[in-house]
């Protein structure tokens, strides 16, 4: 028997002994403060390209809290924004198409797995333009593919929306499942879908009327150009008196022409 191959024991309790000293220092070392920690900043989704009239807000990160919109600003994914009497809003999505918000209308934005998602909450109508976008209002949700109008529709038996396909296509997901195309309409609330539980095909007429505010938005959108400052000053100016000028008479010169 040779013992030489035996290791001698307390040199094997020695060496066991450090490698637990060192295993510690050879672990990672905790990152810096400031670095891979807390939440992952939000990218923004959209823009707020319009406003027309006085009432439109963004709550930021919908904590209760909103602020007046302003043109220009960006919109991060959870942001609530909404408009109030007489004001409308467009919004630009970053990743290609657009929102057109009525007067009344009180949704909020944020990405589902890919899908960007349109939360409408109560009230209000909306216009999408966009393809593979998501909206989820009253319980429900839809996906849809290029033009479709929303409408929170008020009903004895409790509010619905009202899905319009413009153009292209929309298919509800929850609480059932239908498709539309262009020119068809689907109406459903949480408890599914309402008539005969299919969508519709609606006329021209309709379709035009679920648009009609979006023409009327892009009509005084051309007449009055964007501010490039935020129109919410509160209180508003006085108005500036214009300068009298006397009647012109014989002997008094008129502005714009020679003597």
Same mark, same amino acid.
């Given at each position: 028997?040779?013992?030489?191959? +035996? ?5 094997? +309790? ?20 400031? !670095?891979?920690?807390?939440? &992952? ?9 319009? +406003?027309?009239?006085?009432?439109? $807000? /963004? ?7 909103? @602020?007046?919109? @302003? ?8 942001? %609530?924004? #909404? ?41 209000? %109508? ?17 996906? @849809? $593919?290029?033009? /479709?109008? #929303? ?8 509010? #619905?929306? @009202? ?17 539309? &195309? ?17 969508? #519709? ?12 505010? !979006? ?8 007449? !009055? ?5 935020? +129109? ?7 108005? /500036? %008196? ?6 012109p008479g014989r002997d008094t ?7």
């Open positions: 028997m040779n013992t030489q191959k +035996i290791p001698h024991l307390p040199g094997l +309790i020695s060496l066991a002994a450090l490698l637990v000293a060192l295993l510690p220092a050879c672990a990672p070392l905790p990152p810096a403060p400031g !670095t891979g920690q807390g939440p &992952p900043t939000l990218r923004p989704v959209g823009r707020i390209t319009s +406003i027309e009239g006085p009432n439109a $807000f /963004v709550d930021r990160g919908n904590h209760g809290a909103g @602020q007046p919109a @302003q043109l220009g600003q960006a919109l991060l994914a959870g942001d %609530r924004f #909404y408009t109030g009497p007489g004001t409308r809003m467009k919004i630009d999505f970053w990743n290609g198409g657009y929102l057109e918000m009525d007067e009344n209308t009180d949704p909020s934005l944020f990405q589902d797995l890919g899908c960007l998602v349109v939360s409408l909450f109560r009230s209000g %109508r909306i216009f999408v333009d966009k393809s593979d976008a998501c909206v989820e209002s009253l319980g429900t949700k839809s996906q @849809q $593919f290029s033009k /479709v109008a #929303y409408a929170v529709m008020p009903a004895g038996a409790g509010p #619905y929306l @009202q899905i319009t396909v413009v153009e292209g296509e929309a298919r509800t997901l929850l609480p059932a499942v239908a498709t539309a &195309p262009g020119g068809w309409r689907i109406d459903v609330n949480s408890r599914g879908l309402l008539g005969d539980g299919r969508a #519709y095909r609606v006329p021209d007429e309709a379709i035009r009327q679920s648009i009609g505010w !979006t023409l009327y938005y892009r009509n005084r959108s051309r007449v !009055t150009p964007a501010p490039e400052f935020p +129109i919410f000053r509160l209180p508003f100016p006085p108005p /500036v %008196r214009q300068p009298q000028y006397p009647a010169p008129v502005p714009g022409r020679l003597r």
